[in-house]
């Protein structure tokens, strides 16, 4: 086996076991108190049994002159430009639903997913303080990847190997609870791909596509951290299924993503 297989090979069993982090790993949740950004609510292939919605009355699924809208044909979401950089995480977002978004965004495409070291010093970036164990949580299941991919426990991403993540469309809801303020605690679903590249093969024949995760945000000393309080864990809630040409999806807050510039 040459090179170019040996490390297409090791790519391959790396992105196979990506799908373990995306089921167990940085998840959020909340049961909707109202939408964010006019769109509605609700993971992917079935709806949570005991989440609720209030949908915006902009969120219809026929658009005008009765033409259903989709993600694809909607207004996407531009996202807002980050301000500072600290521990290999974008930050200064601002405090709004557009600015949640785009924290949930940043931090997920610059995620150290497949190196424990960097991946700490990410997380402790933006999670919250109030954020019991979830740093500990996060990095047990990035190990847990490595070990399901074939490398050490602790370690950096394998040499000559590229990751690129790439978010699509985001469904940002608000959660509420007692005695705090709305908007300050938000949960966002994310439909992302993920592309392996090493020098000998930059295309990724292969990719990880239409992957779902999501996380829980709370506005605290002016920046959006990530969150698992229980009293907001509790309220997770689950979106349908996301796809681009889904009038459902629309209807549900659905909303693609993009860079600015």
């Known amino acids: 086996m040459d090179t170019h297989d040996r490390s297409a090979r090791k790519a391959r069993l790396t992105l196979a076991g990506l799908a373990v982090l995306a089921a167990a790993g940085l998840v959020g949740g909340g049961v909707v108190a109202y939408s964010l950004l006019g769109n509605g ?44 950089l600290r521990n290999g995480v974008s930050t200064g977002f601002p405090h709004s639903p557009r600015g949640a978004v785009s924290a949930a965004v940043y931090f997920w495409e610059e995620y150290a997913f497949l190196d424990d070291q960097k991946a700490r010093q990410q997380l402790e970036a933006v999670v919250s303080p109030d954020a019991a164990g979830y740093v500990a949580e996060q990095i047990s299941e990035v190990r847990k990847l490595r070990e399901a991919s074939n490398l050490p426990s602790s370690g950096g991403t394998p040499a000559g190997i590229t990751f690129t993540t790439t978010v699509e469309a985001a469904r940002p809801t608000s959660i509420i609870v007692p005695g705090d303020t709305p908007g300050d605690v938000v949960q966002i679903w994310m439909n992302y791909d993920r592309y392996a ?65």
């Open 41 to 84: 609510v609700a993971e992917k292939g079935t709806a949570g049994p005991t989440a609720t919605a209030k949908h915006s009355p902009s969120a219809s699924v026929a658009g005008e002159g009765g033409t259903p809208t989709t993600p694809e044909k909607a207004a996407k979401l531009d996202l807002s430009v980050p301000t500072g």
């Open 197 to 261: 590249a090493t020098p000998e093969k930059p295309t990724d024949d292969n990719p990880l596509k239409g992957e779902d995760i999501d996380f829980i945000l709370k506005w605290q000393n002016g920046q959006w951290r990530l969150t698992n309080e229980p009293k907001y864990w509790k309220k997770r809630s689950f979106p349908v299924s996301y796809f681009p040409d889904s009038p459902y999806a629309r209807k549900d807050g659905w909303i693609q993503v993009r860079h600015a510039g």
